[in-house]
């Protein structure tokens, strides 16, 4: 092989391990969601409940 040509082999790996690594952490986050049950259309919507429930276990403390 050409100098050329192992260059361009590694830089097609190096895509796919790329792509994985952002599909992994795709289904991370939405096995997460819904996990914690929540349906978010918006991320407004969900980030203020969650700062509704860390005010509420502040206060009982």
Same mark, same amino acid.
């Given at each position: 092989?050409k ?11 190096? =895509? ?6 952002? =599909? ?8 997460? !969601? ?8 918006? &991320?407004?919507? &969900? &980030? ?11 206060? !009982?403390r």
């Amino acid at each position: 092989m050409k100098g050329n040509d192992v260059i361009a082999v590694i830089i097609i790996v190096l =895509f796919i391990v790329l792509a994985a690594i952002a =599909f992994g952490i795709y289904r991370l986050v939405s096995v997460a !969601r819904q996990a914690h049950g929540t349906v978010t259309t918006s &991320s407004s919507g &969900s &980030s203020t409940s969650l700062t509704d429930d860390d005010e509420h276990e502040h206060s !009982r403390r």
